[in-house]
């Protein structure tokens, strides 16, 4: 019961379609088996809702509200409803993100309307979220603030949306660890690496065409660790020990969650 009676408010806890649980699922299921309470925010409210219910099979309070993280007015309604229902806001996790469905590319390839739709998600949209949830919990004086970004902000990434808004919300995760430290607010960002999850495998496999099984056995030759990828437990897990007092010293920090791909290093082993 590491978090309990804390409230978390979870945004991207919905999933796309697939196979395997996605990470904000994940997230939320993890947290709610800790204790705490979860106000779970998601553009597709059905996929939120499915999120809340399987939280409260684990015996957790869970509410839901639809925003898209594109429209500040909606997350600013989403933090206020969590706030106005559970009276106070500990844990803000920030879980969206997207790449090859919102049209990136490489620099010579990409286009505008691609690249500002990414940015609003990825980079924007956080900022917002964090605009609106920041005065609450200086009010409070403490808080946790956790960002997904990914391993792609510093390995060799082909996609120029995905890596500058993933490399730009590690800078801003600096940003809050240090503007906030005073008011007893701690902030991270967790760096995925190659995960199972129905983002990176079942969408990639619907986007481009190609067949899912082929997908999984390519990533997972990439993987030093074990030859396979994480799961979104692995991104769960790490999201638990930085949300609890046991991570109560830890801010401004981005942990890789990539099986080693990051001090992979022998030339040759990646494209």
Same mark, same amino acid.
């Given at each position: !019961? ?8 979870? /945004?991207?806890?919905?999933? @796309? ?29 059905? @996929? ?5 219910? +399987? ?7 869970? &509410? ?29 996790? #920030? ?13 010579? &390839? /990409? ?9 609003a998600v990825n980079l924007r949209g956080a900022v917002m979220a964090c605009k609106h949830a920041l005065p609450i919990m200086?009010?409070?004086? %403490? ?5 997904? @970004? %990914? ?5 060799? #990434?082909?996609?120029?949306? #995905? ?5 730009? !919300? /590690? ?23 190659? +995960?199972?999850?129905? !983002? ?15 997908? +999984? ?6 993987v030093p660790l074990r030859g396979r990828q994480g799961t979104a437990w692995d991104v769960a897990n790490a999201a638990l020990?930085l949300a609890s007092d046991e991570a109560n010293f830890i801010t401004g920090v981005s942990l890789p969650v990539d099986g080693? !791909? ?10």
């Amino acid at each position: !019961m590491r978090l309990k009676d804390k409230v978390a408010v979870v /945004i991207g806890a919905g999933q @796309s379609v697939g196979e395997t649980l996605g990470n904000g699922r994940a997230t939320v299921l993890r947290f709610a088996q800790e204790g705490a309470r979860i106000f779970a925010v998601d553009r597709d409210l059905d @996929s939120a809702n499915e999120t809340a219910a +399987m939280a409260r099979e684990a015996g957790a309070e869970c &509410e839901t509200a639809r925003a898209d993280v594109v429209r500040e007015a909606e997350l600013k309604a989403a933090i206020e409803a969590a706030h106005a229902r559970f009276g106070r806001i500990d844990i803000l996790h #920030y879980n969206v993100g997207i790449s090859i469905a919102g049209g990136d590319a490489p620099v010579t &390839e /990409i286009t505008e309307d691609a690249f500002d739709l990414i940015g609003a998600v990825n980079l924007r949209g956080a900022v917002m979220a964090c605009k609106h949830a920041l005065p609450i919990m200086r009010a409070q004086r %403490s808080g946790v603030i956790l960002m997904i @970004s %990914s391993i792609s902000a510093w390995e060799n #990434y082909p996609n120029v949306a #995905y890596k500058v808004t993933k490399a730009g !919300m /590690i800078a801003f995760t600096q940003q809050l660890a240090i503007r906030n430290a005073e008011f007893g607010i701690r902030a991270n960002a967790i760096l995925p690496g190659l +995960m199972a999850t129905p !983002m990176a495998i079942d969408v990639r496999s619907r986007a481009i065409d190609k067949p899912r099984d082929d997908i +999984m056995r390519e990533r997972d030759a990439r993987v030093p660790l074990r030859g396979r990828q994480g799961t979104a437990w692995d991104v769960a897990n790490a999201a638990l020990f930085l949300a609890s007092d046991e991570a109560n010293f830890i801010t401004g920090v981005s942990l890789p969650v990539d099986g080693g !791909m990051l001090v992979d290093i022998a030339p040759g082993r990646r494209n």
